[in-house]
């Protein structure tokens, strides 16, 4: 054997040796994409996920498979047209994303709604709140593989959705809200009809408290898993039941009261465990809290118009101005700037989706493959609410 | 026996399989939906949807028998075949009545119908592995792992029985059975009441092998969407679907024969039991599929290193304790 030969075969076998090595220690990454058509994703959603065997070790998520342009439609669209569009932006609760465009119109103007319409759009917001939380009550349960729970609550909530329908036409859409005031009365027996569904949400709550919360494959599966630390929530912007869970009382309806929030008696449900278990809890017990609103709005009602007098062709002076809202999934806010006229000149919409996304890559890190889906669905986003 | 006599038993069976399946098929959809404030199917067949299976059926069959690409074809053709051999090996051991009506009779006839039992986690694997498809893959690994952990403890929670009974005979479980008197009472009773420690484990287990909720992570559709099913459709899928109603069948039997007293009804007389047994095996097959299915609507899903936890640190000890009880109390009594 010559020297040449001897060196290759040698060199040979170490790169063989190498080899080996490699194939025994390193267990190949292999990436998962998940969605954009995943039964867990709610919608269009994308998450690049580097996972070993079960354990995630990266995430990308990839957004803006919905987007439609809103803002920019807003921009050739009339005040009253544009209610019909921001009711598409968190579709579970369309009624809720109509407030703060409409507060912040009035607050340019400077109308201010009748107290009627006031307690009204309280009622309804919170109608559509109630709405929201019980379809995360339910599909949580799915995430997490317990089908049941999700039936019952979809048949609270159609009740729930049948009171809205029965003041605005609308289920999903209401498109409700007009400049100054609301298309138009509540109709008779909306009063006791509401109540007596309030009493079903609340055995509904306490049902899903029982069955849900209350189940030791459920409290094993969402405590402790994708915890969110204050400190971490607050810099990624996380905002509504998401941050509450993580020991942060903020509460826009608290802290700037818009509607008749100030006039109403309600705790802001918090907690300082910040993880799937906590943010779900804190979403049931504000159901409750929106059942105790609605009872107050209900009792307190006053008559009075529903329509604040406006001008026939409503031209929003120059300016600009931020509105907030607490809507169901974090805070909404929509900084609106108007060059008179009776078209908006820019509309930046700040939803809470969008921001309690961000956070994902962060939180993702290092997860079980069953946990990540627990988190996707804790953090509670709606894909429109996101890529707007 | 006679080859035609055995031949005619496998028909049987060959029957028997699909027609338990479609009962038990049926019955899921409709103790489901009316936990989950549903109807379940009341169309097809006029009387509250009884045809649905057959109309989802015949729409398995048209469809498109589709082969992905990149998988390994024979292996993906083969696997629905073996999950379902799994299944039929099974329902050959199973004592329908008193000998005449059992198909085989054994010696070790438990021991073969266990092992029937976990022959289905080959074709899982199997199906995982060649559809070249990163979640059927994963569910193809989780099913196998489940399978395995949870094997133990269903076999521990028989030995209690076979320690009890003497014998691995399913026959001779059962009579064993008819003549077992706790405390000297006169009714006998069957093994439910002394073994009520493996039955729990028992049940628990064979939730867990039939990858039915809170162990249903193979399927896990928030997760892995299909799991190792996501790429079968027309009748392979039909096959996996077969298979895991006729297992919910096979393993209510099992549960039923050693603890339940299999075909043998109390207070009935010996030459009854070729028309009553039967009968009885059904109705005690029910019950433990109701408790299956009502398991299976209740409870959410656990996560997998959750379930190999609780198979390795909860089931298994258990199950080792109640088979010392057993000893214990089988020298003293």
């Not at chain 1, 009063?191 to 049902?207: L, P, R, S």
């Amino acid at each position: 054997m010559t020297s040449v030969q001897s060196h290759l075969s040698a060199s040979f076998a170490a790169h063989l040796a190498d080899a080996q090595v490699a194939v025994e220690i390193e267990t190949p990454e292999m990436t998962l994409n998940i969605g954009p058509q995943h039964p867990s994703t709610h919608g269009v959603f994308r998450l690049i996920a580097k996972v070993d065997g079960e354990r995630v070790t990266e995430v990308e998520p990839v957004l803006g498979y919905m987007h439609r342009g809103y803002e920019k439609l807003c921009e050739v669209r009339t005040y009253a047209q544009v209610t019909a569009l921001v009711n598409r932006l968190d579709w579970l609760s369309g009624y809720c994303n109509e407030i703060p465009f409409i507060l912040s119109a009035e607050k340019l103007m400077g109308i201010e709604a009748p107290p009627r319409v006031q307690y009204i759009r309280t009622i309804l917001s919170e109608l559509a709140r109630q709405a929201t939380f019980l379809v995360f009550l339910g599909s949580f349960g799915i995430e997490l593989g317990a089908l049941t729970p999700f039936f019952h609550t979809m048949r609270d909530r159609e009740k729930v959705l049948d009171l809205l329908e029965s003041v605005t036409g609308g289920r999903f859409h209401p498109n409700f809200n007009r400049v100054g005031g609301i298309l138009d009365d509540l109709p008779p027996g909306f009063v006791e009809e509401c109540a007596a569904v309030m009493d079903d949400v609340d055995k509904m709550c306490d049902q899903v408290d029982a069955l849900l919360f209350g189940n030791d494959i459920f409290r094993e599966r969402t405590l402790g898993v994708g915890v969110i630390p204050l400190d971490k929530g607050l810099e990624y912007g996380v905002s509504g039941a998401n941050i509450r869970a993580s020991g942060c009382a903020a509460d826009v309806r608290r802290d700037e009261p818009y509607l008749v929030y100030d006039e109403v008696d309600f705790d802001v449900v918090t907690d300082t465990r910040g993880d799937a278990f906590a943010r779900a809890y804190c979403r049931l017990q504000e159901t409750r809290e929106s059942t105790r609103i609605v009872r107050q709005c209900l009792k307190a009602l006053p008559s009075g118009p529903i329509m604040a007098k406006v001008p026939k062709v409503i031209q929003v002076p120059p300016g600009e101005v931020y509105v907030r809202a607490e809507n169901p999934l974090g805070e909404m806010g929509y900084y609106l700037v108007s060059r008179g006229g009776r078209i908006p000149y820019r509309v930046k919409v700040r939803t809470a989706s969008f921001n309690n996304v961000s956070v994902l890559p962060w939180l993702l890190e290092g997860v079980f493959m069953p946990d990540l889906i627990a988190i996707l669905g804790s953090l509670y986003f709606i894909l429109g609410d996101v890529d707007r | 026996m006679n080859w035609w006599a055995f031949v005619l038993r496998l028909l049987v069976i060959a029957a028997l399989i699909p027609a338990a399946a479609y009962v038990l098929g049926y019955t899921f959809l409709k103790v489901l939906a009316h936990m989950q404030y549903r109807l379940g199917p009341m169309e097809a067949g006029r009387f509250h949807g009884v045809g649905q299976l057959l109309a989802d059926g015949l729409k398995f069959l048209q469809k498109e028998d589709l082969v992905p690409d990149k998988a390994d074809r024979p292996v993906f053709l083969f696997a629905p075949a073996v999950v379902l051999v799994g299944v039929v090996l099974v329902f050959m051991t199973i004592p329908f009545g008193p000998p005449p009506l059992n198909i085989v009779n054994l010696d070790s006839q438990l021991f073969v119908m266990l092992a029937a039992s976990s022959l289905g986690t080959i074709g899982v694997l199997m199906a995982g592995w060649s559809s070249a498809n990163k979640y059927s893959m994963m569910g193809g690994f989780r099913a196998a792992g489940q399978l395995l952990a949870y094997e133990l403890p269903l076999i521990l929670a028989a030995v209690g029985v076979v320690m009890q009974a003497g014998t691995l005979n399913l026959d001779g479980i059962v009579e064993a059975q008819s003549q077992f008197h706790l405390f000297g009472t006169a009714i006998p009773i069957p093994y439910v009441i002394p073994q009520i420690i493996g039955f729990v484990v028992f049940v628990i287990a064979s939730q867990a092998e039939l990858s039915q909720a809170p162990f249903d992570m193979p399927f896990a559709e928030s997760e892995l969407v299909a799991g190792f099913t996501t790429e079968y459709s027309g009748f392979r899928y039909l096959f996996f679907f077969l298979a895991e109603f006729a297992s919910n069948f096979a393993f209510a039997a099992i549960g039923a024969t050693l603890f339940l007293g299999g075909y043998w009804v109390p207070l009935v007389p010996e030459k009854a039991l070729w028309i009553v047994g039967p009968i009885a095996l059904a109705v005690k097959i029910g019950v433990l599929v109701f408790i299956f299915f009502w398991m299976r609507s209740t409870y959410p899903r656990l996560r997998e290193d959750q379930l190999q936890r609780f198979a390795w640190k909860w089931l298994i000890p258990i199950a080792l304790v109640n088979i010392g009880l057993t000893g214990v109390l089988k020298v003293v009594a």
